[in-house]
């Protein structure tokens, strides 16, 4: 797999993800994704998207301030 912004070559890892919603913060952490080598432009394959809504969802339900999420847990 090639990155979409620079055509370096991309490695298999894992990242946090931050998402606002309005007063809500919602941290997802362990999230694999592909990372470029050159940019650090972050990759999420189609499952891994689809996972991560269904999360966001979740939270905004909880209505907390601050969601941390271990995606490893709940994937
Ligand atoms: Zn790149």
Redesign the pocket.
Known sequence: M???????T?KKGVTTSVSEFGECVVIVRNVPCYK??????IIYTADVVKQLEEIMETAKTMMQEIAVIDYSKVA
């Open positions: 090639k990155c979409m912004e620079c055509g370096a991309v470029c080598t050159e940019c650090n432009e």
